[in-house]
Antibody
């Protein structure tokens, strides 16, 4: 059974950083292309980042709204993908989901507020 | 960026009815290489993560009831739910994964009449 479990969310002040972790199981992580998607309080879904596998040189892609502030990375030995979020803004407040091939984790809440 | 225009915003239905949700992309989602449309449909119930219903515009995900039908090609796509059941009341989103950045439609809320 595919499992994706996000952790690391919480309340953070504007301008600060936070790192999300997605631990996975149930599929061959090393060849998986992994994505992060977020959902705003208004329920709008936004794709924010993708990382490909080793055979694709771990290529990364970002939404313009997070480019230069967020970094997606992975550790194939731990079957985990990460999202380092820097210079957080109030508009980054959302539920953050880790996804693979149509499967989604339960999501983790990130609230950016002073 | 590809803009996904989804309609309607909300829909009130009775059990047993048929409903249609539309999604229009600002560019074609049809790959000339494999003739597949990179369009997916998701269902999200309150308090849950989105669930994949349809991929490649018309292929039903394993375990999804056959009353969910995806159709369309190029820039115009439709999700049809025949014989709506109470358990189908949810939000529905389309997603294009043809080009970066991937983009979602704004969503359709299916409610009971």
């Amino acid at each position: 059974e595919v499992q994706l479990v996000e952790t690391g969310g919480g309340l953070v002040q504007p301008g600060k950083s936070l790192k999300l972790t997605c631990a996975t199981s149930g599929f061959t992580f090393s060849i998986a292309w992994m994505d992060w998607v977020r959902q705003s309080p208004e329920r709008q879904l936004e794709w924010i980042a993708q990382i490909k596998d080793k055979s694709n040189n771990y290529a990364t892609y970002y939404a313009e709204s997070v480019k230069g502030r967020f970094t997606i990375s992975r550790d194939d030995s731990k079957s985990s993908v990460y999202l380092q979020m820097n210079s957080l803004k109030e508009e980054d407040t959302a539920i953050y989901y880790c996804t693979w091939a149509g499967s989604w984790g339960q999501g983790v809440m990130v609230t950016v507020s002073s | 960026d590809i803009v996904m225009t989804q309609s309607p915003f909300s829909l009130a239905v009775s059990e047993g009815e048929m409903v249609t949700i539309n999604c229009k992309s600002s560019q074609s989602l049809l790959s000339s290489g494999n003739q597949k449309n990179y369009l997916a449909w998701y269902q999200q119930k309150p308090g849950q993560s989105p669930k994949l219903l349809i991929y490649y515009a018309s292929t039903r995900q394993s375990g999804v009831p056959d009353r969910f039908i995806g159709s369309g090609s190029g820039t115009d796509f439709t999700l049809t739910i025949s014989d709506v059941q109470a358990e189908d009341l949810a939000d529905y989103y389309c997603l294009q994964h043809y080009s970066y950045p991937y983009t979602f439609g704004a969503g359709t809320k299916l409610k009971l009449k």
